[in-house]
């Protein structure tokens, strides 16, 4: 007995590193297909450090479109590493004007960090619709539950600029004016469905590139 507690300690120790190392990470391999439980993993010998390293979000987006806003993100589609660890990125640059229009996450909650500029943002509650929004200046973090309708307007005099983070590694992105209007559902459903007038409709169509 006196020997048997020390052999089991170190056996149990053996069993839980091996265990360890098979959980440690599991890099996307982006050649499979995406499931509910993320991609297959990578084998070990074709992951390397830059597979935990993104350098994608150093560089502002291209605001030059009609949000006047880019968001550029580091899902797993651009960072496999982040696969199976429930987290992921992304970096928004907002110009004079700029607005991340009204849109949800189907699959993460976001924390929202203001790097540089002033940003009003909210979000609207399923239940009840209630509003929460305020105006966020540089160190100014918000969260945007999962799933729930937000924007971010850049509300300030100058450019801004915000990282915001992801609780997995595939958020989803819909923007309502785009899932609205950007498509070709035909204009008569869309005016039963949304009771906005056929001229409305029309011209978001025009404006956002749907047709119908
Ligand atoms: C930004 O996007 C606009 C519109 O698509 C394009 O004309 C312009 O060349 C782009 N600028 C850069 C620096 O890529």
Request: aromatic share 10%; charged share 10%; glycine share 10%.
């Amino acid at each position: 007995m006196k020997m048997f507690l020390p052999i089991l300690f170190i056996f149990c120790l053996s069993f839980s590193a091996s265990y360890a190392s098979v959980q440690d990470f599991c890099v996307a391999d982006l050649s499979m297909s995406d499931g509910p439980a993320g991609y297959p993993c990578k084998k070990v010998s074709g992951v390397s450090v830059d597979s935990f390293v993104y350098s994608g979000l150093g560089t502002a987006g291209n605001t030059t479109n009609i949000i006047k806003a880019a968001v550029t993100p580091a899902f797993v589609a651009q960072f496999p590493g982040v696969n199976g660890l429930g987290i992921s990125a992304a970096r928004l640059d907002l110009a004079v004007g700029g607005v991340i229009p009204m849109h949800t996450h189907p699959g993460a909650s976001e924390i929202l960090f203001i790097i540089e500029g002033t940003i009003c943002a909210g979000f609207i509650s399923s239940s009840a619709n209630i509003v929460y929004f305020k105006t966020l200046n540089k160190g100014d973090i918000m969260i945007f539950p999962q799933g729930l309708l937000h924007f971010q307007i850049n509300s300030g005099k100058g450019s801004a600029l915000a990282f915001v983070s992801f609780s997995s590694p595939n958020p989803g992105l819909q923007i309502l004016d785009f899932a609205l209007f950007a498509n070709n559902l035909p204009t008569e459903l869309v005016t039963t469905t949304t009771f906005l007038d056929a001229a409305q409709v029309k011209k978001l169509k025009g404006v956002l590139g749907g047709t119908g």
